[in-house]
C-alpha cells in the first residue's frame, strides 16, 4: 500500500480553484521533488495534506496508509505521522522551545496511546539530535523561533522532524532565505532522516536543493496539475529549459 | 513543563459551563436582616464586640455613603444594584465560640478540603514529613462574613508577625488598628470603600515588626456561599520598618443564577525599607455562557510606600467574576520608593473587566513598573486603565509600562486607557502598548505539530503571560496556570 496517495485532488480558496485534478502516489523510502513557477498551487497541495483551515477540497481523496486523510483533523494527521515544515515558521514568544518540543511530542504520543517519555529520556534525545544539527543548547531555551535567524528556523523545523519521526515529510521551500552553509546544514539533516519507513516529499523552486537532497522522482507542477514526472534528471533539464514550455502543457 | 501538561490535560477533560468550585456548602448560618441603614452597621459591630470607636468609625462611613453616587465611568454595564436588597452579613452559626480548628464546624473544613487549601497544621503538629522544597504557607480562611480559621499562628507569634483575622485584630491590637486603619483608602474614599468601611465583616490583618523577614507565606482564602450576600473584607497589612511579607489571596464562590457583590478593600503600608508582596489568583464565579450569575467584583486595593526605600508589589491573576473593577494602587510617598504592578487579566464568555493600577509618584528618585496582559475571548469586554503621575517634587521619578492585550475570536475587546501626569521635569515615564489577535498562522503551526486547538491556545497564552507568571510564588504560578487554560475552555471553535 502507498504511504500517501493523492487522487484527482480539487480544491478551491475564496472560490477559485487552484488545484484541478492532481494526482501523486508516494511510497515509503522514496524522496520526491515537487517543482514549479509561482502560483502553481506547490504550497496549495502541502497545505492541504496537513489539514490547513481556509482550503475547500471539491473533488477527489487523499489517503494515508489506505485511511482518508481529510477526515482527520489536522492533529490527528500529525499524530499518524504527517509532518509539514514550514516555509515561514512562525514564533511563539515566551513559550521555550524546549516546552513546545516537549508538549507536542507527548502530544502526539498520547494520541497514539503510547506513553509519555520521561524528562532525562526526552532530554537525552533533544540534545542528541540538537548537537547532530549543530543546534546550541541556548536556542533551545529561547520562545519558538523567536529571534532565531532564518537558517535557525529552518533547523529547528528539522530538529522537529528528527524528534517526531514522521512517516511523512513535507519540506516547504526549504531553501527559501538559507545561505550556502546553511542550506548544507539543513540538508545533512534531511539526509540523516532518509530511511526505508519514511518518504520525504521537498517543494522547490529551484534545482540547487536538489543537489543536496537528491530525489528519486522530480515532478513539475503548472496551473494545479503535475503535468511531467521523471528522475532527477528532469530537474536539471529544468534548469536549463525553465518553466515556460510547461505553461502551454497545463 | 509538567505544569504545562497537566493544564492541557485538565482543558481537554473539562465541559464549557464547569466551574471547578460552584459547590456551595449546606451549614446553618447566621445573618443579619436583610436591607442596610444604620442598624445592620450597628449589628454587625456587636457581632464582632467591636469598642465604640470602631462603630463609630463604621457610622461615620455609612453616613458619608449615604451622600455618595456609584462611580459610572468604568467601561463596565449592569443592572441597577438595589443595595436595600442584600445581606450585609452571614456567618456560619457557631455552636460556641472557636478556639481551635477541631471546633470548626467539619462542612466548612471540607469546603476548603475540596478546594485544595491546607488549612489543618496536624499535619505539622504530629511532624508529617512534606516533600522537599515546599514551604509552609500560613492560611487565614474567609467564609462569608467570617473568619474561620487561621493556622501557624504561633510560629508566627514567635517571629513576632501577628497574623489574625480583623475583627480579632480590632480588640487585640485597637493601637495598631487605630493608627493604621482608613489612612490609605480613607473611608471617603470612594462609593464602594465607603460601603466597605460600614460594613466590612472580616478579613485579614498582618503586622510584621522592624526587621522581621516573615517566616513564611501569609495566605487568606475568601469563599462566599451564602445566598444573596455581599462580602465586604477589609485587609490591612503593616510592614515595619526593614521588614518584608510576601501575602497571597485566593477566591472562589459558588455558582448562582444571581448576581453577588463582593466590595472588597485592602490597605498596605510600608515603612523605611520595608517590603510588601501582595498576590491576588482571583476566581469568583464568572458567570454562565449565556452571561447569568456572577460575582461584581468592586475592589479598592491600595499600598502606601510611606518610608524611604520601602517597596510594594502587586500580581494578580484575574479570571472569573462576572465584572471586575479593581486597581491595586501604590502611593510612592518615601523617596528612593518603589511601585510594581504586574497583572494578568483573562475574560471569556460575557466577562467585563475594567482593571488596572494608578502609580502616584510623590517622593524624590522613586520608580514604576507596571506589566499588564489582558486576555478577551468570548463576547467579552477587557479595558486596562492606568494612571500614572509625577508630583511637583517628585524629581527623578520613572515609570515603566507595557500593556499588552490579546484577543481570541472576533467578537471579544480589549482596551488600553493610559492616562499619564507629569509634574516635575525630570519625570521619565515610558508607556508601550500592544494589541494582537491569536493568529491562525500560529495555532496551524502547533496543530501541525500534533496539539489540539485549546492546547494551542493555552500554550500560546501561558507564552504572553510569561513575564507576569514569573512574579508569582511558585505554588500560585502552578495554580494560575492551571486557571488560565481553564478559563479560556470553549473559546476556540
Known sequence: M???????????????????????????????????????????????????????????????????????????????????????????????????????????????????FSTPDFLKKVREVAARLNIPQDMLRRGVNVGFSGGEKKRNEILQMALFEPSLCILDEMDSGLDIDALRIAADGVNALRSPDRAIVVITHYQRLLNYIVPDFVHVMSRGRVVKSGDKQLALDLEASGYAQFEDAA | MPALQETVDRVRRIDVDQYRYGFE?????????????????????????????????????????????????????????????????????????????????????KTYEKLGIPLREIEVLEGVVRPEGERKIAVDAVFDSVSVATTFKEELKKAGVIFMPISEAIREHPELVKKYLGTVVPTSDNFFATLNSAV???????????????????????????????????????????????????????????????????????????????????????????GLGGIYNFVTKRGDCRGNHSKISWTQVETGSAITWKYPSCILRGDNSRGEFYSIAISNGHQQVDSGTKMLHLGKNTTSRIISKGIAAGVSQNTYRGLVTAHRKATGARNFTACDSLLIGDKCGAHTVPYIEAKNSSALFEHEATTSKISEDVLFYCVQRGLSQEEAVGLVVNGFVKDVLQQLPMEFAVEAQKLISISLEGSVG
Open chain 2, 200 to 290: 466590612f465583616s472580616d478579613g485579614s490583618f498582618v503586622y510584621v515588626p522592624p526587621g522581621v523577614r516573615c517566616p513564611m507565606e501569609l495566605s487568606t482564602y475568601f469563599r462566599i456561599n451564602e445566598r444573596n450576600t455581599g462580602q465586604f473584607e477589609r485587609t490591612l497589612i503593616i510592614a515595619d520598618k526593614g521588614s518584608y511579607v510576601s501575602y497571597l489571596e485566593g477566591c472562589t464562590a459558588p455558582q448562582r443564577d444571581e448576581n453577588q457583590l463582593h466590595a472588597a478593600v485592602v490597605e498596605l503600608v510600608a515603612l523605611d525599607d520595608a517590603e510588601i508582596k501582595y498576590s491576588t489568583v482571583q476566581n469568583w464565579y464568572p458567570g454562565n455562557s449565556e
Open chain 2, 25 to 109: 456548602t449546606l451549614i446553618e448560618s447566621d445573618k443579619a436582616p436583610k436591607g442596610l441603614s444604620e442598624d445592620t452597621v450597628r449589628f454587625i459591630s456587636a457581632k464582632k464586640n467591636e469598642p465604640a470607636w470602631m462603630l463609630e468609625w463604621r457610622l461615620e462611613a455609612y453616613r458619608r455613603w449615604l451622600t455618595m453616587a456609584e462611580p459610572k465611568w468604568a467601561r463596565v454595564h449592569y443592572p441597577k444594584i438595589d443595595y436595600q436588597d442584600l445581606y450585609y452579613y452571614a456567618a456560619p452559626k457557631p455552636k460556641k465560640s472557636v478556639t481551635s480548628l477541631d471546633e470548626i464546624d467539619p462542612e466548612i473544613l
Open chain 1, 2 to 116: 502507498p504511504l500517501l496517495e493523492v487522487k484527482n485532488l480539487q480544491v478551491r480558496v475564496d472560490e477559485r480553484e487552484i488545484l484541478h485534478g492532481l494526482s501523486l502516489t508516494v511510497n515509503k523510502g522514496e524522496v520526491h521533488a515537487i517543482m514549479g513557477p509561482n502560483g502553481s498551487g506547490k504550497s496549495t497541495l502541502s497545505h492541504v495534506i496537513a489539514g490547513k483551515p481556509g482550503y475547500e477540497v471539491t473533488g477527489g481523496e487523499i489517503l494515508f496508509e489506505g485511511e482518508d486523510l481529510l477526515e482527520m483533523s489536522p492533529d490527528a494527521r500529525a499524530a499518524k505521522g504527517v509532518f509539514l515544515a514550514f516555509q515561514y515558521p512562525v514564533e511563539i514568544p515566551g513559550v521555550a522551545t524546549m516546552t513546545f518540543l516537549r508538549t507536542a511530542l507527548n502530544a502526539q504520543r498520547k494520541a497514539r496511546g503510547q506513553s509519555e
